[in-house]
């Protein structure tokens, strides 16, 4: 029993950790090509920009669905009988 809720701790924190490293990432490159392309043509700039945001925040819309599948297993466990 105690082992099978520190592997629902340690699957919560890698749920977690990953989903925050491929969300950062993600941002970052998505950020480092949206000023390559407003240095190309900065008359599309405010076109780009929103286009940029509406990405960020789908980008982290699906790190925190992550955030809450893994509150999910932490706190209501669903493979724990009790």
Do not use: H, W
């Amino acid at each position: 029993m105690e082992n099978v809720l520190g592997f629902v701790a340690l699957a919560a924190g890698l749920i977690i950790g990953l989903g925050a490293l491929g969300a950062c990432i993600g941002i970052g490159i998505m950020g480092s090509k949206y000023l390559e392309a407003a240095a190309r043509q900065p008359e599309l700039m405010n076109e780009l920009q929103t286009k940029m945001f509406l990405l960020a925040g789908l980008i982290d819309a699906a790190f925190l669905i992550g955030v809450g599948i893994a509150m999910l297993f932490a706190f209501a466990n669903p493979f724990v009988l009790k």
